[in-house]
């Protein structure tokens, strides 16, 4: 996109404006103040300055509105802006404005949304499941949340950077190689696996008998440190195992994310152990701005901003009694490495909200560090925990953990139920590929759509719903448009500005013009459930318009204008889900 690109400026930030030039017309020290407009159930619009600022004046807010009104400028997209109450002011947008917004934006690539994030360059921690381990419900959310978190802010035009901090590093790989070096037999290639089971479940099977070795027999347990330290000290032939395991664990994840349709690619993976040659000069640092401690042969930074239960400090381990480095060293490398290597305006890393406190104490440092200065922020995309139908944490019956690609294969066969009972006609392929789209759709859907701090439950028959706010509901709403618009011959008309508007096109018409304004919040907030609720209410507003204005049966003008209305809102509902990273399929 380009900077040059023309941005629609919305109604309300249109009528704030003007409300902000009466107001400062009516007394200059109110000049630039907040107009406060918001939409109303009332009006269009309502503006409450008159109610805020009344005190500020000593004159009475009604008096005040009053003033406003005789102070608007005429012209403009305000038809009228009447009293009311204490001292509202309910605002009534013209038709002609509304129906020059929906062309306006119908003309527009990006829908008439502009670039607030452009040239911010941010940084996006996520997914980063762990080498030789299963993925796990968890990690569907991260990488869930955080696709549809580059891909809003990408749009808006901040330089994404993602980044796949992949655990690909630690002691327990010794264990491991250790253990695969002295049962040769054992299988963990996918090649030698056939489809039915993945290497990283195959490695995680593995690991599981290398740890019960490692602690039933002192032998093992010292060999198996050696392998440690040969890892360490890059003895060639150890180091060849470790990365066929990073790379057939990868290849068990790249299945998921493709399935998934996330956008992360393997130039995305910087695993742990690529900061394993930064963690040296990251500790002399800390060590050289003293804001570590040596405690029992370790080295320890301290925090002075939290403290734990009943006032105990807590504490990032900096470097271990031994000499080692883990988890929080290296995340201590990768932000001043993101900081002064990627040149991050913005940090952003998703996990689950456990971790909260690991990196409220990384940013805390990096800041004590003189890393994290200036205008560069560091921010925590913490969610719950996904639960089971028993209202637990979501575990198998056996309790183990839940494969996600099984996860995945039963939301989309109660897709495919829901599809063919609503669509007999289809053929098997044709079933197949909507069910595929749908399922997937379910269950990102479900997990964008609750607040993402919430723990929610996984409920698959709920998921995949027509009715509610449920991903399919919109896939359903966007195909259904599609099909309106293939019936009319989908006509480029152009929108005559002068037809008047019914209630149910000026809803749609509004709810069409907040569109951008929802993407930054978005951005700002970091919570793709906005935009999930967003798309839901303007499905609801389209369903309320069709179900009161006839489209194809209409005389023209009428019939351009609503087909416009029919264009519009596919299109914002197609790129709605799209930066939600789910497909809207034409036919449904
Ligand atoms: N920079 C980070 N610490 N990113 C998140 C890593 C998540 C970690 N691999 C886990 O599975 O919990």
Known sequence: ?????QEVPSLLGRIAAAMSEAIGRVREDLSGADPVVRRSEHADFQCNAALSLAKRTGVKPRDLAADIVAALGAGGPIASAVPSGPGFLNVTVADDAIWEQVAARL????????????????????SAPNIAKEMHVGHLRTTIIGDSLARVVGFLGAEVVRQNHLGDFGTQFGMLIQYLDEHPDAAWHQDELGDEVSAVSALDTLYRSARAEFDADPEFADRARARVVALQSGDPATVAVWQDIVAESERSFRAIYDRLNVLLTPEDSVGESFYNPLLGDTVDELVDAGLVVESDGALVFYSDEVSGPEGKPV???VRK???GYGYDTTDLATIRYRIRDLAADRLVYVTDSRQALHFQLVFEAARRAGWLTGGITAEHVAYGTILGPDGRPFKTRAGGTVRLMDLLDAAVSRARAVVEEKNPELDAAELDRI????????????????????DYSFDVDRMVSLTGNTGVYLQYAHARIRSILRKAGDPDTSVDRTVPLQPAERALGLELDAYGAVLGEVATTLEPHRLCGYLYDLARAFTTFYENCPVIKADEPVRGNRLALCRLTARTLGHGLDLLGIVAPERM
């Not at 996109?1 to 690109?5: A, D, I, P, Q, R």
């Not at 069910?435 to 609750?450: H, N």
């Open 321 to 323: 009694r031994d000499g």
């Open 1 to 5: 996109m380009s900077v040059h690109h």
């Open 107 to 126: 003309a527009d690539s990006r829908l008439g949304v502009g670039v607030p994030e452009h040239g911010r360059r941010t940084v996006v921690d996520y």
């Open 435 to 454: 069910a595929e789209l749908a399922g997937i759709a379910a269950v990102k859907y479900a997990d964008l759509s609750t607040s993402r701090v919430k």
């Open 315 to 317: 504490t990032l381990m």
